[in-house]
């Protein structure tokens, strides 16, 4: 029986044009990223051609023109094409590649491919059971028999068998699957090395990654732009013509010189690439990092390309927001780009979306540009720890479009002694595998001993010598300012002899504590507050007026939480830190006499502050942590140190938490490397680099713009069926965006405002009840008044 309509992927699309060139992009890629495994470039092959094979129902292309709207339930099941798409391929690669590893990935690759991985390969055998024992998923098998000839003359036009083996004998064609599945771990080589473990998630991921994107891409008409060639001589002119004011600047210079010859001598001693694949750059914070780091980046880019013949990516990691636009700038302005221009230089994190006025004076589309963007089709991607590792270690669709540009890359880790204690065996191992692939250069000015010796080189040979050569800061040890009083006290000491002022308070409670006994003792002097509790309007707005005031040198005083560390770069005189990690403190010194162009040593205060008996920093930080601190401040045995010292703290620092919080065999990390073992997606979909806390988000609309942003992202979401669904996904996360201007996330519990009716999952304060639950000054609160509970 000949249908009474041309088979379609999509609307006017024919099913096996989009099956063809989905499966071309896939090889293509493939083959481009591992060219000498034949079967995975065969198997990726294989799941673009056949990954939409269930829209050869009748059922399918029924809903598709919009033919049937009765039973929607049984409708749904019948229309869908993905299960039944998932075992013919199972079925065609166990047969034409005979490997039950890919069989395995393949189904699971195509059974998924419109959602996340979520299933325990281990448990697939399962699934197919479930399929074949569903009568609507046999009522589709009975449809592609009726139209098996058309269908045949299609697939052999797009290099597919014949299948009428599959469909004649189904019931045998799934039983072997089935046995397969069962089976797999069987055939696969049971080590148990955790490195060879990650390889092979990084293969399933890279299939996911390669279909779903190019799927999408094809389904949206949507090119990829060519790849480009950068100019080494761009970024180290750049640097050149930097003018040189003071110590730091020749220091700067001094170790740029020496990690550029170390890279020379590595690449000349070696014919077949670095001896080494993972590269440190550990050098004092103000060291430059940022230009040298994408100096050796790019140098290595130059020779990968005449070893190998292929244009590796840049991926710049950062762990916050607020350092991407920083660097995101002072590249911008180092490859002399007036506008931006995505497929050269793209930054991406959650709260960023594309706008094309802004590229290419508007030539692509937003949806267009909105997918890109999300597929890092960029040769220099600046993006966020969360967005790399959720990408490396994946299960959402939306994260994995982009694995595969992990791939032949260049990944430069920034800051990377920010990676959580629990989280050190597990990035560790999955870096050590991604090495086999890719490029990695991790920065630090504290270097963790996430790698072992051995496992990288340290591209700074004189690294102790710089340490030592830097003299900006004094530490002072004051474990006899426990109280709120005993700080201001401090602080009007100081007020005498210096303009500049920065307290970092570990307990937001605290802070604002502290921040009133200011405001009433100081009344004259310019403070400032800035913590998460305060919407990121204001707390951008804060930091450009704290920035003006300490360019012109005027009296100021901030108070602050750990917030100001992230990235935030402002210079002080004088720093007062509460006790915290050796690395966060050391953080917190880098705000101070940062450009050394005072000559006297700037001053950071490490205190120890109480409330009702217990230390803020153990609530905040653990008890073993600060005792560790407290263990190495001891071991210096004077309450005085010097920043020329902080090498060799800081080392002995690491030591101590590697051993005693027994970071290799941290409970966290051990259950997501079983869970890569055993290739549990249901277990993985759980790990976030961030741990969720129970907060909630409260929008508080504080003015006329707030107002008209919640009322605009209300409309869009009632928005008419007839816009496209990425349209409407584009300006859904564009007005999201601008929702975050004006949201702090909070405790659940907490008896804020109420959810709003018309947004879910946000809580909602409107401009009537602001002085009821936010104060301008220090943020958000339940009652009115300084004595008001604040979140902590």
Not at 113 to 122: A, E, P, S, T
Not at 414 to 421: A, F, G, R, Y
Not at 623 to 648: A, C
Request: some cysteine.
């Amino acid at each position: 029986m000949v249908p009474s309509y041309n088979f379609e992927s999509h609307p006017g699309v024919p099913l096996k044009d989009h099956l063809r060139i989905v499966g071309r992009l896939c090889k293509d890629k493939a083959r481009n990223i591992i060219s000498n495994d034949d079967k995975f470039i065969t198997t990726a092959n294989i799941i673009g051609l056949t990954h939409d094979f269930g829209k050869y129902t009748r059922y399918f292309q029924n809903m598709l023109r919009n033919e049937s709207k009765r039973n929607r339930e049984l409708n749904r099941e019948l229309s869908s094409h993905a299960p039944l798409s998932s075992l013919y391929t199972a079925w065609l690669i166990n047969k034409y590649i005979n490997d039950p590893f890919l069989t395995a990935a393949s189904m699971l690759c195509v059974y998924r491919h419109h959602g996340k991985l979520d299933i325990r390969l281990g448990d697939l055998h399962c699934k197919v059971k479930e399929i074949v024992a569903n009568n609507n998923y046999k009522k589709q098998v009975e449809s592609i028999i009726e139209n098996k000839d058309i269908i045949n003359e299609e697939l052999k036009d797009i290099g597919l068998y014949s299948i009428d083996e599959f469909v004649n004998d189904i019931d045998k064609g799934f039983n072997e699957v089935k046995k397969v599945l069962f089976n797999y771990q069987e055939y696969i080589k049971r080590d148990e090395d955790e490195i060879n473990a990650f390889c092979r998630l990084y293969k399933i991921l890279l299939l996911f990654s390669l279909l779903i994107d190019s799927d999408k891409k094809t389904a949206s008409d949507v090119k990829e732009p060519d790849r480009k060639q950068i100019s080494t001589s761009v970024i180290y002119d750049y640097i050149s013509n930097i003018k040189r004011s003071n110590i730091l600047d020749d220091l700067r210079s001094e170790i740029r010189n020496d990690v550029l010859s170390e890279l020379e001598r590595l690449i000349h001693n070696t014919n077949n690439g670095l001896p080494k694949k993972i590269l440190s750059i550990n050098a004092p914070t103000g060291a430059g990092k940022t230009l040298l780091s994408i100096s050796v980046a790019l140098r290595l880019r130059d020779e990968l390309y005449r070893k190998e013949g292929k244009l590796y990516r840049i991926i710049y990691v950062l762990p916050y927001i607020n350092i991407i636009e920083q660097t995101y700038d002072v590249f911008k302005k180092a490859f002399c780009l007036e506008r931006e221009d995505y497929s050269m230089l793209l930054k991406h994190h959650h709260l960023y979306i594309p706008d094309s006025k802004d590229f290419n004076e508007g030539r692509i589309s937003n949806d267009e540009l909105l997918m890109l963007a999300e597929s890092w089709d960029s040769e220099i991607i600046v993006t966020t720890l969360v967005q790399f590792m959720e990408t490396l270690i994946g299960t959402r669709n939306r994260m994995l479009k982009k694995f595969h540009k992990l791939y032949n890359s260049i990944i430069i880790l920034d800051e990377i002694q920010t990676i959580p204690l629990e989280y050190w065996r597990l990035v560790r191992s999955a870096l050590l595998a991604l090495s086999r692939y890719s490029y990695i250069i991790f920065m630090t000015a504290t270097k963790p001993n996430i790698f072992k010796d051995g496992e990288y080189v340290e591209l700074v040979t004189n690294a102790k010598s710089y340490f030592r050569r830097l003299d900006r800061v004094r530490y002072i040890v004051r474990d006899d300012i426990t109280d709120i009083e005993k700080v201001v006290e401090l602080v009007k000491t100081l007020l005498d002899n210096t303009n500049s002022i920065l307290i970092i308070m570990n307990k937001i409670k605290t802070s604002i504590v502290l921040y009133n006994e200011l405001r009433g003792e100081l009344p004259s002097i310019n403070l400032e507050y800035l913590s998460t509790n305060i919407i990121p309007k204001h707390r951008k707005a804060r930091i450009d007026n704290i920035r003006d005031v300490l360019k012109n040198k005027g009296k100021i005083v901030v108070v602050s939480t750990q917030l100001v560390e992230a990235g935030v770069d402002l210079d002080f005189d004088v720093v007062i830190r509460d006790i915290g990690p050796f690395d966060s403190i050391i953080q917190a010194a880098g705000r101070c006499n940062r450009n050394w162009n005072n000559n006297e040593h700037g001053q950071v205060y490490i205190t120890n502050i109480h409330n009702e008996g217990k230390s803020d920093a153990e609530t905040i930080y653990g008890t073993l942590t600060i005792d560790i601190v407290k263990e190495i401040l001891k071991k210096i045995g004077k309450n005085e140190f010097y920043e020329r010292e902080i090498s060799d703290i800081i080392d002995d620092y690491f030591k101590k938490v590697e051993y005693k919080l027994n970071t290799s065999n941290s409970s966290t990390s051990t259950k997501y490397i079983y869970a890569i073992r055993e290739l549990d997606f249901s277990e993985l979909i759980k790990f976030k680099m961030i741990k969720e806390q129970p907060k909630i988000p409260i929008f508080i609309e504080i003015d006329k713009d707030a107002c008209n942003i919640r009322k605009d992202f209300i409309n869009v979401m009632k928005i008419n069926k007839d816009s496209s669904v990425y349209d409407n996904m584009y300006k859904l996360r564009s007005l999201r965006i601008k929702l975050e201007e004006y949201i702090v996330n909070s405790w659940k519990d907490l008896n804020v405002g109420n959810m709003d009716k018309n947004i879910e999952y946000i809580k909602y304060i409107p401009k009537d009840d602001i002085d009821r639950y936010y104060c301008i000054d220090t943020g958000l609160r339940i009652d009115s008044g300084d004595e008001g509970y604040y979140i902590i």
